[in-house]
């Protein structure tokens, strides 16, 4: 079952490639011109989806201003309508920034909140989310509003509704999650594509170096100097 898992991996990678490129693009700018400006980016997803928000946050190779937005439930309230705004308490957002919400599904009210609340601020919002599952169901939030409605670009991980690929032979089990994988690549793909915008522009990129190399120490600070702490939400 693992060369069936592997080759369906490298299949919607390639695919994503292709179909995505120009909404990575569009991503990318959208990133690069915050950061250009001196804005935050933003990320949050609720559940799994949180493994994506966090993949570029704060890591060698990424972007330093680029800020994760916990979900201190895990996933466990994305159903509770009128929470998503909570977890954002304390965060100013403003016109100029971008934030990227994550969801599979996108039919929760929590990441959906969080996009309206961004949105509402002038932040530009970036979804991931898969089209196949999420136009295969119903919203949750009394919006009737599905998460893909809301990004200002949306792109597709082009994942099969409920997250599971490999179908098992006498059996109604199926499993091989590929959301996390295709994830990965998309905000990966933004970033590094983000960082060529900027070089483009004129403008030295905020990457931070692994802790591990020798002098990364002091160029990561001469960053965190110049862009200060991450904003905070109030329950941190």
């Not at 179909?19 to 980016?41: G, T, Y």
């Not at 530009?124 to 295969?136: C, F, G, T």
Request: net charge negative.
């Amino acid at each position: 079952m693992q060369e069936k898992y592997f080759d369906l991996v490298l299949k919607l990678v390639a695919d994503i490639e292709v179909s995505e490129a120009d909404n990575i693009r569009k991503a990318a700018r959208l990133v690069a011109d915050s950061l250009i400006s001196n804005n935050w980016v933003y990320t949050f997803g609720s559940g799994h989806s949180q493994l994506l928000a966090m993949e570029v946050h704060s890591r060698a190779g990424g972007l330093y201003p680029v800020v994760h937005l916990p979900d201190p439930m895990n996933g466990r309230a994305e159903k509770v309508e009128g929470f998503g705004p909570v977890l954002v308490e304390g965060i100013n957002f403003k016109k100029g920034e971008t934030i990227f919400v994550i969801s599979n599904s996108g039919r929760n009210p929590e990441p959906i909140e969080i996009a309206m609340t961004a949105k509402s601020a002038g932040v530009k919002v970036i979804v991931l989310s898969s089209m196949a599952h999420s136009k295969s169901i119903k919203s949750r939030h009394s919006s009737g509003k599905m998460l893909y409605e809301l990004g200002d670009v949306v792109i597709d991980t082009h994942t099969p509704a409920g997250d599971t690929s490999i179908p098992y032979e006498n059996s109604p089990v199926k499993s091989g999650a590929m959301s996390t994988i295709t994830g990965a690549v998309i905000m990966n793909a933004v970033m590094v594509e983000a960082i060529q915008y900027m070089l483009d522009a004129g403008v030295e990129p905020p990457v931070l170096l692994s802790s591990n190399i020798d002098g990364s120490d002091e160029h990561n600070q001469r960053l965190m100097d110049k862009f200060g702490q991450f904003p905070q939400p109030r329950f941190v």
